[in-house]
């Protein structure tokens, strides 16, 4: 029963450095969400996506770009990666099937930029 | 627009002794709200939620919430603190109006809960 799976799960990048992060989900879930999870800030949505081939911006999309090219998965790229998005990378989904379901999250990557 | 208070950073309770993390939230229009945990290197864990009915919410590991409209809060309380339960919680409120997976989830910053032997 694995849930939201994320990878990696750490990554140290030199600015300037392209890269994706992978999330899959097993539950058949409508709705995939990318967060980042800074010290005393929360969690602040970068992107989602709201059903298969649909994307669109969140909080604090500007860096970021997403696909999702099937259901299960959600990538989140990072074209020129700059120190500023060192950070705690989520990712979460939830079922469309009634307004209160909560959102699932995976693990998280721990992304360094040098 | 949305937002969610947690106005202790950290607190810290003996074990045996019964546990209450604050939360405030505002929104416009009735609120469902949640509470998350998080344990060192892994993802939220959802805990237990509020949308309408019953003031007193119960989740999962014996906690339960209270919601109060007229002080726009909704605190986490258990009973009898466990050590296990040591971990970083948040509390979430989204709005009511959007569910086409557009919802604008709002966490607060967290509250780390320590539990002493």
């Known amino acids: 029963n694995a849930g939201v799976t994320q990878t990696p799960k750490f990554r140290v990048l030199k600015t300037g450095q392209s890269m994706t992060l992978l999330c899959a989900q097993d539950?058949?879930?409508?709705?995939m969400y990318w967060y980042r999870q800074d010290p005393g800030m929360g969690l602040r949505l970068i992107h989602y996506?709201?059903?298969?081939?649909?994307?669109a911006k969140g909080e604090v999309p500007d860096g970021y770009n997403v696909s999702r090219l099937k259901k299960q998965n959600f990538l989140l790229g990072l074209e020129s990666a700059a120190p500023s998005q060192t950070s705690v990378y989520f990712c979460?989904?939830?079922?469309?099937?009634?307004?209160?379901?909560?959102?699932?999250f995976g693990d998280g990557t721990r992304l360094s930029i040098l | 627009a949305q937002s969610v208070a947690q106005p202790e950073d950290q607190v810290n309770v003996a074990e045996g002794n019964p546990l209450t993390v604050k939360c405030t939230y505002s929104?416009?229009?009735?609120?469902?709200l949640f509470w998350y945990v998080q344990y060192p290197n892994r993802g939220l864990q959802f805990l237990l939620k509020?949308?309408?009915?019953?003031?007193l919410v119960k989740g999962s590991y014996g906690f339960e919430a209270e919601f109060n409209k007229s002080q726009t809060s909704f605190h986490l309380k258990k009973p009898s603190a466990l050590v296990s339960d040591s971990a970083l919680y948040f509390c979430?409120?989204?709005?009511?109006?959007?569910?086409?997976?557009?919802?604008?989830?709002?966490f607060g910053t967290g509250t780390r809960l320590t539990i002493i032997p």
């Open positions: 979460a989904s939830r079922s469309a099937g009634t307004a209160n379901q909560p959102q699932h």
């Open positions: 539950m058949n879930h409508e709705y």
């Open positions: 996506s709201v059903g298969e081939g649909t994307t």
């Open positions: 929104v416009s229009g009735n609120p469902y």
């Open positions: 509020y949308i309408t009915g019953d003031n």
């Open positions: 979430a409120v989204r709005d009511i109006v959007s569910n086409f997976g557009n919802e604008k989830l709002t």
